[in-house]
């Protein structure tokens, strides 16, 4: 009776494609969203709460719950989605509620709002503020010092035969569509990519990076799209997780290599301040904070550290458009500060905003190197398709 009521609720909700009698761990993520959504209907529902459902899944996973989330509102139920993903709202939504900082903004119609409107309503600020100012971008970098100059970057069949020259204080985005080998290549730089061939000169001299030992020994860090899986202890506190790769400079002496736990503390505390993490206490468990002040642990961990070249893959992932705003102002702010900055992101709008130069990524190559001032929408996109693909001097 129990395989009978399961299988006329996926069939319901004209979900065919799950086997009632597998195991859930054995299906794939997208199907076990479904699976609770199912769940919830084998009660007598009348409010579903979603909370970030759409996180994990591809567009089509996507498309495919709002379809079945339209067939359950058919049906009288109420629907609250919680979600940071702006166009699912305005797609999706009938009203919308504004949360900041755990008060209450505003309640709108979302058929009366666009999507600037929201931004402003969420950061608190106009959305043209969300990215650097068009005089700040473009200016840095200029006459600096090529800081990192990479030639002959090559990987198997992925990557061929890459050059380009990080300036000190630049910010340069890298981009192209999913597979043009841009994530391979930044993980090249770490000494984390099979397979990889590529001639490093920093600063004036030659390194060769085979292990993120060598690359964080030589001033390069890098922060991958997965930061719970390659980035975090999710075990340990945000202090720990900070303070990692630094635990030497907290030894009592050489002869008793104990920690000093009150200079470990302080100096997490003050990174904490400076990249403005939002957490109860330094000791709070990492896994505890939102996607966005996770990800600025990660940065406050390589800042302790010294280090100069910072590479980050798809930064605001996951993250909603509040913690975006910040990741913004700290990239910005660290630039400004002499850091050296390449972000790795297939978000278009973000690489249009925040980057100095823009490198655009075709079939494995460097086809196109952009100038911000020579920079919008339909260059890139120009650019990405591989319609552009002769890539500027440096």
Not at 99 to 123: A, C, H, P, Q
Not at 197 to 216: D, F, H, M, N, T
């Amino acid at each position: 009776m129990i395989r009978k009521m399961s299988a006329d609720i996926l069939d319901e909700l004209e979900i065919r494609d799950i086997d009632v009698d597998a195991k859930v761990s054995g299906v794939p993520l997208a199907q076990r969203q479904l699976v609770e959504i199912a769940k919830a209907l084998s009660h007598d529902l009348k409010v579903l709460i979603l909370d970030e459902p759409t996180a994990p899944l591809t567009n089509e996973d996507t498309a495919h719950l709002f379809e079945i989330l339209k067939h359950i509102r058919s049906r009288g139920v109420s629907i609250i989605f919680i979600t940071h993903r702006l166009k699912e709202v305005l797609t999706y939504c009938d009203r919308g509620t504004i949360l900041r900082n755990g008060k209450t903004v505003e309640s709108v119609r979302i058929s009366d709002i666009d999507e600037s409107s929201l931004i402003e309503l969420m950061i608190g600020q106009k959305a043209e503020g969300f990215y650097r100012a068009s005089d700040a971008s473009g200016a840095a970098g200029k006459g600096s010092e090529a800081i990192l100059k990479v030639e002959h970057l090559s990987i198997g069949d992925k990557v061929h035969d890459i050059g380009f020259q990080l300036h000190r204080g630049e910010i340069v985005g890298v981009t192209g569509l999913l597979g043009a080998g841009q994530n391979e290549m930044a993980r090249s730089l770490f000494g984390i990519q099979d397979g990889a061939s590529v001639l490093i000169e920093l600063k004036g001299r030659r390194i060769r990076i085979r292990s993120p030992k060598e690359a964080v020994e030589n001033g390069i860090c890098l922060l991958t799209e997965n930061r719970k899986e390659e980035g975090l202890v999710l075990g340990m506190s945000v202090k720990e997780n900070i303070t990692l790769p630094s635990l030497r400079r907290f030894n009592r002496s050489r002869l008793f290599p104990f920690i000093h736990n009150g200079n470990e503390r302080r100096a997490a505390q003050n990174f904490i301040d400076k990249v403005n993490i939002v957490v109860r206490s330094p000791n709070s468990k990492i896994r505890t904070l939102s996607g966005g002040n996770q990800q600025k642990s990660i940065v406050a961990r390589w800042l302790l550290r010294s280090l100069e070249i910072l590479i980050f893959i798809e930064p605001t992932r996951g993250i909603d458009v509040g913690a975006k705003a910040e990741i913004y102002r700290l990239l910005i702010s660290l630039a400004s500060e002499g850091k050296s900055i390449m972000v790795v992101s297939t978000d278009h709008n973000e690489i249009l905003g925040i980057s100095d130069r823009i490198f655009v990524m075709y079939k494995g190559r460097l086809s196109s190197i952009i100038p911000h001032a020579e920079a919008n929408e339909e260059v890139l996109l120009s650019a990405i398709q591989g319609w552009s693909t002769d890539a500027q001097s440096e």
